[in-house]
């Protein structure tokens, strides 16, 4: 069993920035693969970055290439996303995933205003 716990979700303007973390209970955190995902309203939920178990590999949804960065802290068990640039279209609840999991975290909001 994993919990996920977000934080870090909240207004910003466009162009600014925010940071979300996402912590992971448990002792195995080093054997999983991560990911964050976002839903807007009135859409599905959708990919946007992930990161191998050693933090070496990542990917990225081609709409946050170049503005998002995902990294972890195995030390802390947490899995971060930078955000840069944010844009209105960026306006999503972000969800913690262990990858390819049923795993979930409850999601935090992200708004950027323009």
């Known amino acids: 069993q994993v919990h996920l716990v977000e934080s870090g979700g909240g207004l910003v303007q466009a162009g600014g920035s925010l940071r979300l973390s996402c912590a992971a209970s448990?002792?195995?955190?080093?054997?999983?693969?991560m990911a964050w995902f976002r839903q807007a309203p009135g859409k599905e939920r959708e990919f946007v970055a992930d990161?191998?178990?050693?933090?070496?590999?990542?990917s990225y949804a081609d709409s946050v290439k170049g503005r998002f960065t995902i990294f972890r802290d195995s030390t802390k068990s947490t899995v971060y996303l930078q955000m840069n640039s944010l844009k209105p279209e960026d306006t999503a609840v972000y969800y913690c995933?262990?990858?390819?999991?049923?795993?979930w975290g409850q999601g935090t909001q992200v708004t950027v205003s323009a």
């Open positions: 995933n262990v990858r390819d999991s049923n795993y």
């Open positions: 448990g002792r195995t955190f080093r054997t999983y693969r």
């Open positions: 990161i191998s178990r050693d933090g070496l590999s990542k």
